[in-house]
């Protein structure tokens, strides 16, 4: 089955996913701050944890959620950046109709980091109250990459700035932000 066409030819989505504690919120944040307006942050944690309010769950309603909120982000002509742990088990068959239905360029990126990495990185974060250790082994998967053509797979070493080069580059996502693009992502009136 075929994907409903989304996005234009000028649209550019790409997917930053990875471990808890890899990179990838920072990363995805500091891809969008860089490109200034246009481009829309989506947020896995935000959607599924904040608005849903939901445990990430077989069968649970966020998938769905994600995939509409980027599918209408890019259907009103911004750029998008979508990331999250995004487990293939539960995220690949949204992240294939993503793929397969947009009409621009995509890049699906994993930040590649080892179980003992992330918990050290952890250690750093200013959620390290809200989670703990064993808690994130739990949630751990190793190397869960996609395996599709093109995805860019970025090994714990990369720095963030190294990172977000290569996401830019790789994706076409142009890096031109100046500090009045800073504002929240608000068409002008």
Not at 144 to 171: K, N, Q, S, Y
Request: hydrophobic fraction near 35%; proline fraction near 5%; charge should be negative.
């Amino acid at each position: 089955m075929l994907a409903e066409p989304t996005g234009s030819l000028d649209t550019i989505l790409v997917c930053v996913r990875g471990n808890s504690g890899s990179g990838k919120s920072s990363t995805a944040r500091e891809l969008r701050r860089r490109h200034g307006r246009g481009c829309a942050l989506v947020e896995q944690d935000y959607l599924r944890r904040i608005l849903l309010r939901e445990r990430d769950k077989p069968g649970g309603a966020a998938p769905a959620l994600i995939g509409q909120t980027v599918r209408f982000a890019l259907d009103h002509g911004y750029h998008v950046v979508l990331e999250g742990i995004l487990h293939t088990s539960r995220y690949r068959s949204m992240l294939t109709s993503l793929w397969d239905g947009h009409r621009g360029r995509s890049l699906f990126c994993y930040l590649d980091v080892s179980l003992a990495e992330t918990l050290r990185r952890h250690l750093t974060r200013p959620q390290v109250t809200e989670f703990t250790s064993d808690q994130m082994s739990g949630w751990y998967a190793a190397h869960d990459v996609l395996g599709w053509p093109g995805e860019l797979v970025l090994p714990e070493t990369t720095t963030l700035d190294e990172a977000v080069e290569a996401i830019a580059a790789a994706a076409g996502l142009p890096q031109t932000g100046r500090d009045d693009d800073l504002l929240p992502n608000v068409p002008p009136s």
